[in-house]
């Protein structure tokens, strides 16, 4: 047995740990229904609260932290934040149509691009001068340049547990949750304070603010103009999810300096493939909404899976830096979208 047998396999997807043991339904039962009720427990506080709901489920989901050290949990813990995070990902894919992206225009788009790009290589740089590494740096500077939670917990799966351990991306999780929520009552107020025209605070929000729930709640906060223009170019930074990890998957170098040679994953063809289809219209609004519903769900208890197995001794000796990170980061982000919504709009 390697010395990585014992370590949390949430984010194993190319097996560069110990591979998970063959596992019933009976096994799974335990921890899934734990994740379960945790993220049933996080949907009603969401709701009566109008707290965000991946927040509360990693809170829920640290409170009961304590019963992931219980050995019947881990196999249903392991499914819920490995497997159903994947299919969360996969369903995403029917929030896009390839219409919404081309009707922001080329430019528009591409600034959209760069802003990520810039906000992705930004954390890295951070985190490396913080001496927390690369791997860390593309977690956190990817969740606050795409889609908030979603993307770290995809980026986590991509990078694997030895390169993005648990307690990390349980940290990101909490990080990125809170700025998220600051960030969709602090943003519209600042673009009112700027006296920024509907298209310009659409943008500048739909391309900052990490969450898509945040993003499009800060929109029409704004305006209805502006939470139309938010949800496409939010939709458009969640769409950019599938390439980035590809490029992460495809470039990211081992600690050995060589290239891990990881292949497509196929929960981003999945991705590709869900949102082309919804482009054709041959998916009924009932069935994209149903599709929407279930990405969320699935997210959401793959999040409160990962609080309950994360190290807590190892998240609380990180640290501020790593949230220093975040914070920076999303400045980086603002600053751009503001610049973009200026300019453009």
């Known amino acids: 047995m390697t010395r990585y047998a014992s ?39 969401a709701d009566h609260y ?12 640290l409170a009961l932290n304590f019963i992931g050290a219980d050995p019947r949990m881990g196999p249903g813990l392991g499914f819920a934040s490995k497997t159903l995070l994947r299919l969360g990902i996969v369903l995403a894919g029917a929030r896009i149509t390839v219409g919404q ?4 225009g080329p430019l528009t788009l591409l600034a959209v691009l760069v802003i990520l790009l810039a906000t992705l290589g930004a954390g890295i740089a951070f985190a490396r001068a913080a001496g ?10 990817g969740a606050v340049a795409i889609c908030g939670a ?3 917990m995809a980026l986590a799966t991509t990078l694997g547990e030895r390169r993005a351990n648990q307690a990390q991306l349980a940290l990101v999780l909490v990080g990125i949750s809170a700025a998220s929520a600051a960030a969709m009552f602090l943003y519209p107020i600042l673009a009112h304070q700027l006296g920024l025209n509907d298209r310009q605070a659409g943008f500048m929000l739909g391309a900052s ?31 950019l999810l599938a390439p980035v990890l590809a490029l992460v998957a495809a470039f990211f170098r081992s600690e050995d300096g060589k290239k891990t040679g990881i292949p497509l994953p196929w929960f981003v063809v999945g991705f590709f493939v869900f949102a082309g289809i919804n482009s054709l219209g041959v998916i009924p609004t009932m069935v994209s909404n149903g599709a929407q519903d279930v990405a969320t769900a699935c997210l959401a208890c793959a999040v409160a899976a990962t609080g309950i197995r994360a190290p807590m001794s190892s998240l609380l000796e990180t640290g501020f830096k790593p949230l220093l990170v975040i914070i920076l980061a999303s400045l980086v982000a603002l600053a751009l979208s503001l610049g973009g919504a200026l300019i453009l709009l």
Do not use: C
Not at 19 to 38: E, F, I, Y
Not at 132 to 141: E, Q, R
């Open 7 to 45: 370590v949390p396999l949430a984010a194993d997807l190319y097996n560069d740990l110990e591979p998970s043991p063959k596992s019933s339904w009976r096994d799974l039962l335990p921890g899934l229904t734990v994740a379960v009720l945790a993220t049933m427990a996080a949907a009603f506080v």
């Open 50 to 61: 109008g707290a965000p709901l991946t927040l509360m489920a990693l809170l829920i989901g």
């Open 101 to 104: 992206i081309i009707d922001l």
């Open 132 to 141: 927390l590494g690369s791997a860390f740096g593309t977690l956190a500077g």
């Open 150 to 152: 979603s993307a770290a």
């Open 209 to 239: 603010i990490h969450d898509v729930a945040q993003a499009i709640g800060a929109g029409y906060s704004f305006s209805d103009e502006a939470g139309q223009v938010a949800a496409i170019v939010k939709l458009t930074r969640v769409a």
